[in-house]
T-cell receptor, first 112, second 114 residues
Framework: AQKVTQAQTEISVVEKEDVTLDCVYE???????LFWYKQPPSGELVFLIR??????QNEISGRYSWNFQKSTSSFNFTITASQVVDSAVYFC?????????FGPGTRLSVLP | DGGITQSPKYLFRKEGQNVTLSCEQN?????MYWYRQDPGQGLRLIYY???????QKGDIAEGYSVSREKKESFPLTVTSAQKNPTAFYLC?????????????FGQGTRLTVV
């Protein structure tokens, strides 16, 4: 069955530090999609990235980067030079048939 | 602006009452979803709908009901049969059914039983 594990429940860093959020997934599907979402204190989930199982290229978007490795079933998310505004809960998600399964989330606190 | 609107933001329910959470989208999306979020847990799917007048149970549908009479609207009713309804409820929509399109979320409704 599909499953997403985010082993880091909470992370605290000081502003300008780099931080990596881990995501490990399980699936028997050969074609699947992975996502990262950010949930700020306001509650709304904000889409960050989508990656399909055939594309293992790493992606960089500003201070954000993602490392997808099928060999280890991981889709890790790195924030470079973190800022206070990055404080949020971050969810990794995986397609599950016609739906999505979410990990438990990692709460990131960036301290000034 | 296009998006998903959930109302109310906060809702209080007495024991034995049914309450309805509103979800409206103007993104012209076909698929809509309801998720429940409890502290320290990920999102769990309650119900989803692919098209008007059709919906399917998710992983935790017991004690909940939905309707999809219009493409734009997908209200969720929390019935008295739901034994532990206090939670944060999120509505989402996506361009087409399932992958690969990402889901867009509303700002959520926090339901508390008093």
């Amino acid at each position: 069955a599909q499953k997403v594990t985010q082993a880091q429940t909470e992370i605290s860093v000081v502003e300008k530090e780099d931080v990596t959020l881990d995501c490990v997934y399980e699936t028997r599907d050969t074609t699947y999609y992975l996502f990262w979402y950010k949930q700020p204190p306001s509650g709304e989930l904000v889409f960050l990235i989508r990656r399909n199982s055939f594309d293992e290229q790493n992606e960089i978007s500003g201070r954000y980067s993602w490392n997808f490795q099928k060999s280890t079933s991981s889709f890790n998310f790195t924030i470079t030079a973190s800022q206070v505004v990055d404080s949020a809960v971050y969810f990794c998600a995986l397609t599950y048939g016609q739906n999505f399964v979410f990990g438990p989330g990692t709460r990131l606190s960036v301290l000034p | 602006d296009g998006g998903i609107t959930q109302s109310p933001k906060y809702l209080f329910r007495k024991e034995g009452q049914n309450v309805t959470l509103s979800c409206e989208q103007n993104l012209n999306h076909d698929a809509m979803y309801w998720y429940r979020q409890d502290p320290g847990q990920g999102l769990r799917l309650i119900y989803y709908s692919q098209i008007v007048n059709d919906f399917q149970k998710g992983d935790i549908a017991e004690g909940y009901s939905v309707s999809r009479e219009k493409k734009e609207s997908f209200p969720l009713t929390v019935t008295s049969a739901q034994k532990n309804p206090t939670a944060f409820y999120l509505c989402a929509s996506s361009q087409s059914w399932g992958a690969p399109y990402e889901a867009f979320f509303g700002q959520g409704t926090r339901l508390t039983v008093v």
